[in-house]
């Protein structure tokens, strides 16, 4: 359910009766990479491995890739989940038996009343209570300017060092903790920022995006390094609540740490094994 949304995935953990198996699940779904994260992902893909240029050839490549990125974010889950399993939360395996139910005409009225008053409203919520705040520091940081630039660009200039350890610029990496709120806003908060505009917006092709991008220094490394991360990184706003409804306030900041730690870890060590390698 995590491929569609983080926050669905988090509350499908219910079914799983082990309470430590359940918090593994929680704790370790934010590496599947979800419906927002999935543009940012086809839109690299595309311009530095299979072309902007549509062809049946790029286009299978492009899928290719995209489902070797996919099973990468599965590794990811596998692994961590194994290695909480043998540490913070170690215990015994469970077993997960489905039983049938026996079968009740179904009450369509009252089966949409709850899908949207208990998930999709609730889910929604949790979603503005954090996009409305967000959106405004965005708007904020873009357009109120001190020393001849914006506070964006501050921003991003205090982070650069640290985002270049790591294979990106902090551009990149400011896109992705604005992005908190959704993912689906990382590439374009990225546009805003090389354009140096006052609102967040989209190019109209993969070949204006490439040649901006191109411009601002990408490269390949510097694509893997950003699949690499938005594979792995802290989940949106919504999954948060969610998780903090769901485990609490404690295993809502270890969903957010776990996968930040991994994902930064695996984009440094491939930054410095591409700096190593282009320096032989």
Do not use: Q
Not at 65 to 90: E, H, N
Not at 119 to 142: D, H, Q, S, Y
Request: include cysteine; hydrophobic fraction near 55%; charge should be positive.
């Amino acid at each position: 359910m995590g491929f569609g949304c983080n926050a669905a995935g988090v509350i499908g953990c219910r079914i799983i009766d082990s309470p430590r198996e359940r918090l593994i699940a929680v704790l370790t779904n934010a590496f599947v990479p979800c419906n927002g994260r999935f543009p940012t992902l086809i839109a690299v893909i595309s311009i530095f491995f299979a072309g902007v240029n549509i062809s049946p050839g790029g286009s299978l490549l492009s899928a290719a890739l995209l489902t070797a990125a996919i099973v990468l974010g599965v590794a990811f889950t596998l692994g961590v989940s194994r290695l909480l399993s043998a540490t913070l939360l170690r215990g015994s395996p469970s077993s997960f038996t489905l039983e049938l139910p026996p079968y009740r005409a179904p009450r369509i009225g009252r089966a949409l009343t709850r899908s949207l008053l208990d998930r999709t409203l609730f889910v929604l919520g949790r979603a503005v209570v954090v996009a409305a705040p967000a959106g405004l520091v965005i708007w904020a940081l873009a357009n109120i300017t001190a020393g001849g630039a914006s506070l964006l660009s501050h921003c991003a200039g205090f982070l650069d060092p640290f985002a270049r350890l790591l294979g990106l610029d902090g551009v990149i990496l400011l896109a992705f903790i604005l992005g908190f709120p959704a993912n689906e806003i990382v590439l374009p908060i990225i546009i805003m920022s090389y354009l140096s505009t006052g609102s967040i917006l989209e190019l109209n092709s993969l070949h204006e995006l490439k040649e901006l991008l191109a411009a601002n220094g990408w490269t390949r490394v510097t694509a893997v390094s950003v699949i690499l991360f938005c594979l792995a990184h802290w989940p949106c706003s919504t999954t948060c609540l969610t998780i903090r409804k769901e485990a609490g306030a404690r295993w809502a900041l270890a969903a957010m740490l776990i996968p930040t730690a991994v994902g930064m870890a695996a984009c440094f060590l491939f930054a410095a094994a591409a700096r190593a390698f282009a320096g032989v």
